[in-house]
Structures are given as structure tokens and as C-alpha cells.
T-cell receptor, first 115, second 114 residues
Framework: AQSVTQLGSHVSVSEGALVLLRCNYSSSVPPYLFWYVQYPNQGLQLLLKYTSAATLVKGINGFEAEFKKSETSFHLTKPSAHMSDAAEYFCAVSTIIQGAQKLVFGQGTRLTINP | ETGVTQSPTHLIKTRGQQVTLRCSSQSGHNTVSWYQQALGQGPQFIFQYYREEENGRGNFPPRFSGLQFPNYSSELNVNALELDDSALYLC?????????????FGPGTRLTVL
């Protein structure tokens, strides 16, 4: 079964510092991978997705992620953190079950930005 | 382009009651998926509807059921509510069933069961 593991339930960085949120996946087939962001009391917003077109994927708000097959990783980065980046971040892998496209999410990483 | 909308925003029910949550999909999307997000957890897949038929289900009991209408909007029904059903219920719409299709999420309905 396909799954993702997010390393670190809480990450805290200073404003202007590098953001690195870790995601490792388990999949028996080439995966489709997603990063979503969730602000307090809101739904999920897509940051970026990997669909095998390019290993380095650029998303919204200055975020990007690199797919590394050898490490089964899809870590999310941003060169310089902004206060508005404070939110919960979820990594997900897409899987087909009974004909349905199902997203399997990690437990999430809460990002805190210190002024 | 209108995004995914959900109603109501918040709902309080008591144990044993029934609830119906509603979702309007994004324009041009024919697929709706429902997820349950417990506090502090990632969303868990409940089921998916494609062209008015349920075409995949997660590990949820039959008291969780749904409908999809000809305009692709959808309902999630939960019978015999239990305390553990308290969660944020998220609806997502997409253009199809391909593995790389993006699911666009609504703001969710916060259900509290007392």
C-alpha cells in the first residue's frame, strides 16, 4: 500500500530562514505526489504536485520540492520564510483504489515562523 | 471560476442523530471525494463519486453514505452519529480519476458530536 511519512510534526524557523519540510513516500509504482497547505480553520490548498514531468517542481508562494527516487523523498523547501507561511503542511500520495483516485496523507507538519 | 463550496460551516449534533453535509464542485469537475480530518491528523479518504456513482471507498462503515447529483454536487450522510465522528469533513473535486489529477478542496464542515 502506498503511504507517506512526514518527519517532524512541528518545525520552527526564523523569518527569512530556509524552510525544509520532509516527506518520504512508499510506493510500488511511480508515484504522484502532492503538497497541500492548510491555514487555521480552512480547507487544503494545493502548493505543488509531482507527476514525473520534472524532478524539481515549483509551486505557489515561492515553495518548491524535489523528487528523489533513490531516497524515496519529496521534501518541500522555501529559501526565505515569511510570517504568512505559518500553517499546517501535508504531503500526500495518490493511489487508485477500486477505480477511485484516493489521496493518502501524512500526519502533517505544523510550521511556525519566529519574528 | 467558482471554487469548491461546502455547507454548513459548522454543525453541532448529539450522539445517535443523523447529519447531511453538502458540497458543490468546481465548474468543469465531475468527480467529488470526501475526507474526514480528525483534530491533529491528516485527512482520511471516505469515498469518491464519479458521474453519480460511488466508485471507491475507504475504511469507513456503511453508516457513512453519499450521493452525487446530475450537476455533480454531492452530499455526505452520516447516520447514528458517534462521538468519534467529530471532525472536519472536507470535500474535494477533480476533473477525473487519473492518478495525477489535482483534487481541489473546499473549506470544510466542522462537525461536533456531543
Amino acid at each position: 500500500a502506498q503511504s507517506v511519512t512526514q518527519l517532524g510534526s512541528h518545525v520552527s524557523v526564523s523569518e527569512g530562514a530556509l524552510v525544509l519540510l520532509r516527506c518520504n513516500y512508499s510506493s510500488s509504482v511511480p508515484p504522484y505526489l502532492f503538497w497541500y497547505v492548510q491555514y487555521p480553520n480552512q480547507g487544503l490548498q494545493l502548493l505543488l504536485k509531482y507527476t514525473s514531468a520534472a524532478t524539481l517542481v515549483k509551486g505557489i508562494n515561492g515553495f518548491e520540492a524535489e523528487f528523489k527516487k533513490s531516497e524515496t523523498s519529496f521534501h518541500l523547501t522555501k529559501p526565505s520564510a515569511h510570517m504568512s507561511d505559518a500553517a499546517e503542511y501535508f504531503c500526500a500520495v495518490s493511489t487508485i483504489i477500486q477505480g477511485a483516485q484516493k489521496l493518502v496523507f501524512g500526519q502533517g507538519t505544523r510550521l511556525t515562523i519566529n519574528p | 471560476e467558482t471554487g469548491v463550496t461546502q455547507s454548513p460551516t459548522h454543525l453541532i449534533k448529539t450522539r445517535g442523530q443523523q447529519v447531511t453535509l453538502r458540497c458543490s464542485s468546481q465548474s468543469g469537475h465531475n468527480t467529488v471525494s470526501w475526507y474526514q480530518q480528525a483534530l491533529g491528523q491528516g485527512p482520511q479518504f471516505i469515498f469518491q463519486y464519479y458521474r453519480e456513482e460511488e466508485n471507491g471507498r475507504g475504511n469507513f462503515p456503511p453508516r457513512f453514505s453519499g450521493l452525487q447529483f446530475p450537476n455533480y454536487s454531492s452530499e455526505l450522510n452520516v447516520n447514528a452519529l458517534e462521538l468519534d465522528d467529530s471532525a472536519l469533513y472536507l470535500c474535494a473535486s477533480s476533473k477525473g480519476l487519473a492518478g495525477g489529477d489535482t483534487q481541489y478542496f473546499g473549506p470544510g464542515t466542522r462537525l461536533t458530536v456531543l
